[in-house]
């Protein structure tokens, strides 16, 4: 029978090395001298490489058999490491928001799931710069540090307030639906994806629409999300995680009326 790593102790390695590794690099101005871009033009610095080579050991000594995917890692590799993940995979994003990191802007996070069998088994999302961490495990509800995170305290909330809108990576006609009658009160768009699903988690936000998202992006997120009682999909109505390294739309509510409603919005 396979047994979960503890969460504490995933929370607290995720903590300590982003204390370590990110936070004395963000509060320096070379962070944005350190940085270089990607083939896909996003931007790469040197937390983002110090971050994921510190959880790659640590998880390695820790947890052996459990294979390790992170973003920084080239496409063929993550391939590679999906293929042979009978025993685990971790999928690790060492710092969602890096534009915002290298920037100074404090909207970034470390994201850690694991996945076994199919499913999102654990996940930690750690916003080191409010020192907040999101966590959850299957079946056992998800957290905002010791605070449980439970969205049916907003289950009778039929109306959309508040919109997290990532315009950029949406098809250029759906964005313009938006633009020209938008469904609720006021619009954010912040720049890390995790964070953003662990907002509507938090109900920080009523619903979120994202055009493309990769595994990394988006997978512990989704775990969060779901234990603490939200819904997603992609826009053609699918669950988001589906375990592929292929980019995934991303519709997300904090309850079922709220969801129905942005979704037929969305695609109709």
């Known amino acids: 029978m396979f047994e979960l790593p503890n969460l504490k102790q ?12 990110l936070l004395p690099r963000f509060h320096s101005h070379a962070r944005r001298i350190n940085s270089d871009k990607k083939s896909d033009h996003s931007l790469i610095t040197e937390a983002d490489l110090a971050m994921q080579k510190t959880l790659h050991e640590k998880f390695s000594s820790h947890w052996p058999k ?17 293929a042979d993940s009978a025993e685990g995979v971790w999928v690790v994003d060492p710092i969602d928001g890096t534009s915002n990191y290298s920037l100074g802007i404090p909207y970034y996070a470390v994201s850690v799931a694991l996945v076994k069998e199919d499913k999102i088994q654990l996940a930690v999302v ?7 961490c999101f966590s959850a495990q299957i079946d056992q509800g998800a957290c905002l540090n010791d605070i449980r995170l439970e969205l049916s305290d907003v289950s009778e ?54 055009g493309k998202q990769n595994l990394w992006d988006y997978c512990a997120g ?6 603490a009682g939200g819904i997603n999909s992609t826009l053609e109505g699918e669950p988001v995680f589906n375990g592929s390294l292929n980019p995934r739309s991303a519709v997300l509510a904090i309850n079922e009326a709220v969801y129905r409603r942005w979704y037929e919005f969305l695609t109709c």
């Open 10 to 21: 995933l929370i607290d390695i995720v903590r300590l090395a982003a204390k370590n590794e």
């Open 222 to 227: 989704a775990l969060i999300l779901s234990e």
């Open 126 to 132: 750690y916003d080191p710069s409010r020192d907040e």
């Open 157 to 210: 909330v039929n109306e959309i307030l508040t919109a997290l809108v990532d315009f950029k990576r949406l098809a250029p006609e759906l964005a313009q639906k938006i633009i020209a009658a938008p469904p609720y009160q006021s619009q954010r768009s912040f720049g890390s994806v995790a964070l953003d699903w662990c907002w509507i988690a938090a109900a920080r936000g009523d619903v979120n629409v994202h």
């Open 66 to 82: 459990i294979t390790f995917l992170g973003e920084e890692m080239p496409k063929s590799q993550q391939e590679a490491v999906l």
